[in-house]
Structures are given as C-alpha cells and as structure tokens.
C-alpha cells in the first residue's frame, strides 16, 4: 500500500530539482540552438524571396526563360558562401 510521508515530499523536491538542472543544461542550449537556426532559415529565404523577385523582373524585361531548380540551387549556394565568407 501507498502511504504518503515526509518521503513523497522529498520525492517531488527531487523531481523539481532534476527539472531545474535539466533546463539549464539541456532544454535552454537546445532552444536557443533552434531559434538561432530559425533566424538563419528566415534570412535565407528572405535572400532567396528578393533574388527571385529580382530575376524575375529581369527575365520579364528580357523575356528569358523563368527561374528553374537548378538557379534556385545556384542562388541557395551563393548565399551559403558568402554567409562563410563573414
């Protein structure tokens, strides 16, 4: 049988203790990890929104082709490189 004491309360004091240490070393690191990778993707794709509106007005004027695959790739790795550059 279940009798509640001094040691279940002693238990739950362990548990909020354990919380605490856990979110200072692993649950807070990891979310700052993921909001840093979450601003990096937002700028990336902000740089790939305005490379696109641009060679999009540009194929307009000069009436090339549209944007395929293979340009986005080509824009997605120059921004890689000169994010590496910095």
């Known amino acids: 049988m ?9 238990q739950i004091a362990n548990f909020l203790v354990l919380l605490l240490i856990l979110n200072i070393i692993l649950y807070r690191p990891i979310r700052n ?8 993707i937002h700028a990336f794709e902000t740089t790939i929104r305005d490379f696109q509106d641009r060679f999009s ?18 824009i ?11």
């Open 76 to 86: 997605l790795t120059v921004c890689r490189w000169r994010k590496q550059r910095r």
């Open 57 to 74: 007005e540009d194929a307009k004027k000069s009436a090339k082709r549209p944007l395929t695959g293979i340009d986005f790739c080509a």
């Open 33 to 40: 990890i993921l909001s840093r990778r979450k601003e990096e």
């Open 2 to 10: 279940i009798s509640i004491d001094y040691t279940l309360l002693i």
